[in-house]
């Protein structure tokens, strides 16, 4: 098999040499915004599993209505924390049809994905994974098909386990060509970083396929979510459907810091969000745990990046920012 990088070598190559031969292409579009190798410009999937216990679903909304990346799907899987997969997706449709009701365009139904954590296999092969063929994989390799361009691929961002992401792999291999792969998950370890704990532990298997066969962003910039919507401001919120949900949210949202999970949507959607980034690699040399994910360890030329730090006091400024904003909903 080519390796991801590549087969973008080459294709970015010949866009530029297209680009310089017949000008039709503005090369300098096609350089991204801040350190990552995605932003604000790249179609966005969610793949995540309850919906009530931190703001990824507003977040992702949000910033798809002022500026931010487009989202185009909505993956809802059941996990160890939510393992009822039907009140997941409940909550989802829910903050989907307030988000519609309250004027944000271009909100993508929730899809909902079935089975459990893959299995790593007798040979310890990645390829002879047995895939669970689920529909959130499916759905990654359709839209990764049709929007991906190989300056600006699909991004997943997920705030769960890895398992759709590696069984779309194990169905269909060219998919890390078209996919990148944003995550809050894991954190530091004394071999650098460990895709580990929080949401690492979820599916260990599918951690290693997807640290070694895609372009893979883990963000460990986690903090306080208390402070984004206070109980104390929830009157500020907007008169419309959308601030009605998030202002019954506002209860139910987890105190630990950890569940931080929009951090991945705001690393791709602000990109001054992320304030330190390094390159690393899967240490493939590591046994393999079924309770954690591999180690990283730092490589300059890696195929992964993690963020260890985040301007997080940005979050709460543009959460409100655009939900005060009368033009996020069509005003």
């Keep these: 098999m080519r390796p991801w990088w590549l087969s973008a070598t080459v294709a970015a190559a010949a866009l530029l040499i297209a680009a310089c031969e017949g000008g039709n292409i503005d090369a300098g579009r096609d350089f991204p915004n801040g350190v990552l190798p995605v932003d604000e410009r790249n179609p966005v999937i969610v793949a995540n599993d309850s919906v009530i216990d ?5 977040y992702a909304m949000l910033l798809a209505a002022s500026g931010g990346p487009p989202l185009v799907g909505i993956v809802v899987n059941p996990s160890l924390y939510w393992p009822d997969l039907a009140t997941n997706v409940t909550g989802w449709d829910q903050l989907i049809e307030a988000a519609r009701a309250s004027g944000l365009r271009n909100v993508p139904d929730a899809t909902a994905s079935a089975g459990g954590p893959l299995v790593r296999p007798a040979d310890g092969k990645i390829e002879s994974t047995t895939p669970n063929m689920s529909v959130g994989a499916k759905l990654i390799l359709d839209l990764s098909a049709r929007l991906s ?14 398992t759709e992401v590696a ?28 895709m580990g704990w929080p949401n690492g532990e979820l599916d260990a298997w599918a951690d290693w ?20 919507v206070p109980p104390a401001r929830a009157a500020d919120l907007p008169a419309n459907p959308l601030g009605a949900w998030m202002t019954a949210k506002v209860p ?11 951090i991945g949507v705001l690393a791709v959607g602000i990109p001054t969000f992320v304030t330190a980034v390094s390159r690393a690699v899967v240490d493939a040399s590591a046994a393999f745990d079924p309770a954690t994910g591999p180690p990283l360890l730092a490589q300059a030329d890696g195929s992964a990046w993690v963020v260890p730090s985040c301007d997080t006091a940005m979050a709460a400024d543009r959460l409100w920012t655009t939900l005060l904003d009368p033009r996020t909903f069509n005003q």
């Design 54 to 58: 931190n703001w990824t679903g507003e």
């Design 149 to 162: 361009l190989p300056w600006r691929p699909l991004v997943v961002v997920t705030g769960s386990r890895l």
């Design 167 to 194: 069984d779309a792999y194990i169905m269909d291999r060219s998919v890390a060509d078209r996919v990148v792969v944003v995550s809050a998950l894991g954190g530091p370890a004394d071999s650098g970083s460990v």
């Design 209 to 228: 396929i997807v640290g070694q066969r895609f372009r893979y962003i883990q963000v460990n910039g986690y903090y306080d979510q208390l402070g984004d």
């Design 252 to 262: 139910k949202v987890l105190q630990v810091p950890m569940s931080s999970d929009q």
